[in-house]
């Protein structure tokens, strides 16, 4: 029954996106245990979400380039939320890359990739940048030396 519910929100969050762009709802829970509720944090300033996983050697890359990003932007805002999808085998592995590269912000596990695929990813790392009114307004999957530039630029545009 929940997986025909999954697939039902899935195919209305498919419609969704086709002609709107609020952001899907979601709650998945921190490295610490505690539930993160997305749509509790609107109005607050610019959310970055970026889907990464531990064995991605161009998350790694990415998530340096985010974690400058964020100390430079936090306390105009910006917020950074790091949803790990790693599987059961490999998610007790995230706490200690976290540690060892003192990500600053805010990270999520999504063990099942259900909130992966609720933004329609397919392989990490992604990044949905979403406004303070709750949309999306740039999306990318994909991590290149430079592709930072311009996801910086568009967080200057929202910050303003």
């Known amino acids: 029954m929940r997986r025909m519910l999954i697939v039902f929100f899935l195919s209305l969050t498919n419609f969704a996106f086709a002609g709107q762009t609020t952001a899907p709802d979601f709650t998945l829970p921190d490295i610490g245990g505690n539930n993160y509720q997305l749509s509790k944090n609107f109005g607050k300033g610019p959310i970055l979400i970026n889907f990464w996983a531990t064995w991605c050697?161009?998350?790694r890359s990415e998530m340096k380039a985010l974690k400058k990003i964020y100390k430079k932007y936090k306390d105009d805002g910006l917020q950074v939320l790091s949803v790990?999808?790693?599987?059961?085998?490999?998610?007790s592995k995230v706490k200690g890359t976290v540690?060892?590269?003192r990500?600053?912000?805010t990270i999520l596990l999504d063990t099942n990739s259900e909130v992966f695929q609720l933004y329609q990813g397919t392989n990490p790392p992604l990044s949905v940048?979403?406004?303070?009114?709750?949309?999306?307004?740039?999306?990318?999957?994909?991590?290149?030396?430079?592709d930072e530039i311009n996801l910086?630029?568009?967080?200057?545009?929202?910050?303003k």
């Open 57 to 59: 050697l161009p998350c």
């Open 84 to 91: 790990s999808v790693d599987d059961p085998r490999t998610v």
């Open 99 to 101: 540690k060892t590269y």
């Open 103 to 105: 990500y600053p912000f």
């Open 129 to 146: 940048l979403i406004n303070k009114n709750g949309e999306i307004v740039y999306t990318h999957t994909g991590y290149r030396k430079g």
């Open 152 to 159: 910086q630029k568009k967080i200057v545009k929202l910050l």
